[in-house]
């Protein structure tokens, strides 16, 4: 018998069994059979559904944590958006303050001045010199003294000594080239105030016998050519004494923090 | 044929259910038949004698979990197995186009064959609803082959 002789002969042998089946199930005489392969079907019935549930379920679970990193993702984004105007408010603030603190000077004051922003602080130069937005064709010429407001107090910061039509840069009082003439006025005493690179300043050629102490107020004298008299320049924090050295010193802190500098007043008149 | 072939049809049969029942649990109407995708591949790639014994097989477990009557699924899919298996090598399984032909000629030929059986073997009105299984199994026609060669190259059972 041939190979597809005996294949027809087989389809046929298993498509009579079927059609027996069929024949029966219109008697309802299969039943105990359909039950039997059932009893052997069930157990891959129950197992498909609860292994295609469990797939539904992690693919509900795998939907929901991509939805919600890409809420994360946009919450982030949110959040730096609000970290960056809550500091551009905080600015604002600080600069509208710093803006009425000056306005407030124009009025008690009998200077005329400009005031700048502080555009570059180098950090290698911290105490040494600042550059400003304001230049010659603001009106700023070289030498002019610059003083800095911090709550209601002014204080000296130091003198123009480079102009350019945008912008002018400003040698530090704490610079160690920087010098002025200081005047104490509860004592009336003189003496030469000289930065030193660091944030303090040194006030140098006192007599031992002069009236000095500590928080004593040092103001410009304005004797030497450059500082209008009466700018509060710092205070006395402490002494140094040398041997044999004809002079006393003392140590000032500045009126005003040299750390935050970000306003300033170049006085014209 | 030995007896890791046999195992090997036994767990194809068995897994072919678990897909079925997956799916028809997953989208409850319209899901693809691939209790007959798996007999056309498996008898295409196979022949004759498997086709047919698979068929009927598959068939008859199919009858225990259907509400039609029992026997018409293994009674088509055998027919399918052996009109299938018998164009073994001369069709070219491979060829995307021809296993989409074909699961639409089975799929049709399956469909009608069983609102026949149903007509004469039950009380039941039965409407003939071709479309939705048609367009799916052609659909999954081409992934599906794949699929099957895929799974009978890690068994690599004899020929």
């Not at chain 1, 949110?78 to 509208?96: A, P």
């Not at chain 1, 950090?123 to 010199?129: E, G, L, R």
């Not at chain 1, 924090?237 to 006393?248: H, L």
């Not at chain 2, 068929?55 to 055998?78: C, K, R, V």
Request: aromatic letters at 12%; charged letters at 20%; proline letters at 3%.
């Amino acid at each position: 018998m041939s190979h597809l002789a005996r294949a027809r002969l087989i389809c046929l042998f298993l498509l009579s069994i079927s059609f027996l089946f069929l024949n029966l199930s219109l008697h309802n005489r299969i039943q105990g059979l359909k039950n039997f392969f059932l009893y052997l079907a069930s157990p891959s019935s129950s197992l498909a559904t609860r292994m295609f549930l469990q797939g539904e379920n992690l693919s509900k679970n795998f939907l929901l944590q991509l939805h919600l990193n890409e809420e994360n993702r946009q919450l982030k984004e949110k959040l730096k958006e609000y970290v960056h105007l809550d500091t551009l408010s905080k600015e604002i603030i600080e600069e509208n303050e710093q803006l009425r603190k000056i306005l407030q000077f124009r009025e008690r004051t009998k200077y005329d001045f400009i005031s700048a922003q502080v555009l570059v602080r180098d950090t290698q130069d911290w105490y040494n010199s600042v550059i400003i937005d304001k230049g010659a064709l603001a009106g700023i010429k070289k030498d002019l003294p610059v003083i800095t407001l911090e709550g209601d107090k002014e204080g000296l910061l130091g003198r123009i000594i480079e102009v350019s039509p945008n912008a002018s840069k400003i040698l530090l009082l704490t610079d160690s080239l920087s010098a002025v003439v200081g005047y104490v006025p509860r004592s009336k005493v003189d003496g030469i105030v000289e930065g030193q690179g660091s944030k303090e300043m040194r006030f140098k050629y006192i007599l031992p016998e002069m009236d000095l102490k500590s928080g004593d107020l040092i103001v410009t004298s304005g004797t030497g050519g450059i500082f209008p008299a009466g700018i509060p320049i710092g205070e006395i924090v402490k002494f140094e004494e040398k041997k044999y050295a004809p002079y006393k010193e003392a140590i000032l802190t500045p009126q005003v923090d040299f750390s935050h500098l970000r306003e300033v007043l170049v006085i014209t008149e | 044929m030995d007896v890791k072939t046999i195992f090997f049809y036994f767990v194809t049969l068995f897994l072919s259910l678990l897909l079925q029942i997956g799916f028809r649990n997953l989208l409850s109407k319209f899901t693809p038949n691939f209790l007959l995708l798996t007999v056309v591949s498996i008898s295409l790639f196979r022949g004759v004698f498997v086709g047919e014994f698979f068929g009927f097989a598959l068939g008859l477990l199919s009858d225990t979990l259907s509400l039609n009557p029992f026997g018409s699924q293994a009674f088509l899919y055998t027919l399918v197995g052996y009109l299938v298996g018998r164009q073994n090598g001369k069709i070219d399984a491979d060829n995307s186009v021809a296993q989409v032909v074909l699961v639409f000629l089975v799929t049709l030929f399956y469909l009608f064959g069983l609102f026949l059986l149903i007509t004469f073997f039950s009380s039941a009105e039965k409407k003939l609803i071709l479309f939705p299984e048609l367009i799916l199994n052609i659909g999954f026609a081409v992934p599906f082959f794949w699929l099957m060669k895929e799974w009978f190259n890690l068994w690599s059972p004899r020929r």
